[in-house]
């Protein structure tokens, strides 16, 4: 088992910036992708970005790309989220997961371990 400790939200107005990160622990070697997802209020958990934890190569949501990057620092087993250019729309809790699976996803489902996730608000 995997286990992910988010980290970085908070308040912002539009246009701002915030860095979330994702601590992971555990069985960390057996991790193929780590993920971002969000859940806004009365919506489904969607896909925000990916990563190969082998080879790094990333992956978007169109609703997201050229403002969020993701990237992994392995020496401290931590995945981040850099969000610029945010919108009113991005606020959601925020969670990292990991797959194990090979093969990149911005599905929820294809992940199976989850962080307890990060609230992200961003007033207009």
């Known amino acids: 088992q995997v286990q992910l400790a988010e980290s970085g939200g908070g308040s912002v107005q539009a246009g701002g910036s915030l860095r979330l990160s994702c601590a992971a622990s555990g069985y960390i070697d057996s991790v193929e992708f780590m993920g971002w997802f969000r859940q806004a209020p009365g919506k489904e958990r969607e896909g925000v970005a990916a990563?190969?934890?082998?080879?790094?190569?990333?992956y978007y949501a169109d609703s997201v790309k050229g403002r969020f990057t993701i990237s992994q620092d392995n020496a401290k087993n931590t995945v981040y989220l850099q969000m610029n250019s945010l919108k009113p729309e991005d606020t959601a809790m925020y969670y990292c997961a990991a797959r194990r699976a090979i093969g990149s996803s911005l599905i929820p489902g294809a992940y199976k371990d989850w962080g307890q996730g990060t609230q992200v608000t961003v007033s207009s």
């Open positions: 990563i190969s934890t082998r080879v790094h190569s990333t």
